[in-house]
Nanobody
Framework: QVQLVESGGGLVQPGGSLRLSCAAS?????????MGWYRQAPGKQRELIGI???????NYADSVKGRFTISGDNAKNTVYLQMNGLKPDDTAVYYC?????????WGQGTQVTVSS
């Protein structure tokens, strides 16, 4: 069983930056596994932000390309989400995601609010 613990959410002004972290425990990851981030705004479906494979490459949703960056530390089973140029539309609950083999896991979510 994999546990995902997110941190780093909060309130930020438009144009500001925020960095989220997600630490995974309870399993050994292989280069075929991945971790990433999703978000869900009020009244909307959960949407993909990006997925980082342990082998190193990362895919992003078009809506965040150029503003958000996902990085990771394989040794620590940790993935980060650096968010720059935040907009009010980025307000959402941000969820950490991991796929280990064929099993998917989710964090509890962390609130990000972009408001002046």
């Amino acid at each position: 069983q994999v546990q995902l613990v997110e941190s780093g959410g909060g309130l930020v002004q438009p144009g500001g930056s925020l960095r989220l972290s997600c630490a995974a425990s309870g399993s050994r990851f292989s280069v075929y596994d991945n971790m990433g981030w999703y978000r869900q705004a009020p009244g909307k479906q959960r949407e993909l932000i990006g997925i980082r494979a342990f082998i190193g490459f990362t895919n992003y949703a078009d809506s965040v390309k150029g503003r958000f960056t996902i990085s990771g530390d394989n040794a620590k089973n940790t993935v980060y989400l650096q968010m720059n140029g935040l907009k009010p539309d980025d307000t959402a609950v941000y969820y950490c995601y991991a796929r280990v083999g064929r099993v998917e896991y989710w964090g509890q979510g962390t609130q990000v609010t972009v408001s002046s």
